[in-house]
Every structure is written in C-alpha cells, then in structure tokens.
C-alpha cells in the first residue's frame, strides 16, 4: 500500500469537504423572510417520563408568524425531529425558553448553534427568563454569545424575558406573561396586529373547586382530581391576558393530575368559555396522555364541548396552517 498517497487523498477530500460544510452551514445566505402564518409541533411532550422515553417527543413547536420564524421551548430531542422533519434551523429568527425545566430547554443550544451558523454568525434573538440566563445558566455563556473575540464570534441577541416588557420581533410584538409553575416561567401573547397567538407555557389555573364535601384548595401533593365539580377560583391573570387571542397555545400536561402546576383539561375549559378565543391547540401532554392508552382526542373533544372552543389535540410531527384553520372556521 502507497500509504504517502492514502494521507495525501485524505488530506485533500477532507480539505474539500470541510470547504463545502463551512460554505452550507457556516457561511450560507440568509433565507427568504417567513411569509406563512403556521404552528409545527416537533413534539408535543411534556414533563419526565416525556423526556426519556420520547413519548410524547419533547421538541417544542415552531411559530410562524408576522414574518418571524420562532422556536419555542426546545426540548431534548429538538434538533433531531427538525433534520427528520427538513426545518432549517438556521432561517430561525429566535429560540424562546419559557422557563427551566428539562423539557422546554434542553435542546435550546442546539437550535442556537445552528440559528447562529454554528456560532459563526451574530444573528436572531434568545428570549429566556433571567433565572435560565444567568441563575442557574442553564443556557451556556458561549451560547449567549459570550465569544465574540474568540474563534466561534457568532451568538445570538440575548433577552432577558420580564413581564410588562414587550419585545418587537419583526412585525410581531410578543409580550411575556407570566406563569405560575416555577418561579422564573413565562409564556407569552404574539401579536402581528392581524392575529394574537398566546402560549400559556406551564402554569397552575384552578386554584379551588368545588366537590361533593365542598370547596377544596389545590394544594402540591393533592393528587387526581377524582372529585372535582367545577372551577371555584383561579388565576385571573391568566384568564384575562389568554381569553383575548385568537389562537391559544395550551399546555394541559393531563386531565386532572398536577392540576398545582398545570392547567389540566380539567381547567382549560374554565378559561375558554366566553373568551374570544377561535382555536385552541392542546399540548404538554405527559406519558399518561399517551400510555397505555392515547387519551387526546377524549381530552380535546372534552375540553371543546365544555367550553364552546374549537379545540386541537397536538400530534408529533403535526403541521397547521392557521390562516386556512381559521378561515374554515369562518374567521377572516
Ligand atoms: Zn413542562
Ligand atoms: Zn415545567
């Protein structure tokens, strides 16, 4: 064997190939602005068991709208289902973490790497509380863009998620709202002045109900609801900013199980009624949703009925045109 000609062969097809990687990834073009108002759901998952078995897969979803390109809450899994489902990640705008929990940020820095060109590239905008930033820096200084005289300069423009602080992303404003789950969690109202697009993120609603025996607290550790009548009182800060959109992003996580830090079907409805919400997607859902047996289409038909609302369970891999959706649902 020539073994001077082998390394010489290896040399130059590596120096070729990496030429032709750099020129796709690193030093490519920007895309053409988005111009579709859509949601796609690389995963539909939410809390543990979501996360290490994939079932529900923990990818987030991506926004469409007002000429932006929004990955929301990214989570193991994120990049994996974006090459699986052709989404280029590097056309991206920003990358959205609502709060610090395995299942919404996990694959954040992937998705900024390739929306910052393998962080050769100052462009597009993380948008995470301060607590996933700086705090517990679950998102990583390089990450943030922290390299800028290093050899990797790229990174993104990094947003301290506050409420009451809106931020103008293109032709969209997004407004974060803030949840009750974790103490630094927010979801957020996106607004392209044609369509309002609300995320509840993960939240706590009911916070009494009434049973048989009464009004009863839900408290940590309250178990199932198995008794519950109706909502008695709730969060009317979420009801009030999530009853004026058009589109609702709900994050039920089950019917009535951790109803102290989720919304639950159980709660949802509640929020729903005489709102003037057209469509309401349901998501988070945890293993139980799905295993052993796929209770979401009984969640969204339940959660539709109550509350008047045309309600969408979220499949994996599930694309929705919104304006075509509204407009059969006689929306403009
Ligand atoms: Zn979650
Ligand atoms: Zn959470």
Redesign the pocket.
Known sequence: MDLGSLDRTLREKSKEAVAWSFDRWRKRDESAASSGTSITFLGTG??PEASFTQQPRTGGFLLEAGGIRLYV?P?PGAVVYARQMAIDLGALDAVYV??G????YAGAESAVEAMCWAMYARRGYLLAPNNVLQGEQLVSRYHQGANAHGGYKGGPEVISLEADKPVLLKNALLRPVRAH?TRDNYGFVLDTGNLSIGYT??TNYIRTYSTPEGIKEVLRGSGPLMDFIEVADYRKDIKEVFSKVDVLVA?V?SHNLWANR?LTTLGLPHLLKGSRVKLCFIT?FNHCCVQPEDLRPLMAQFVQEKSGVKTIAAYDGAVHDLELLLAGLGVK
Do not use: E
């Open positions: 939410g809390n809450d989570g609502s709060h929990h395995l299942d919404h789950h993120s993960d994050n996580t989720h988070h």
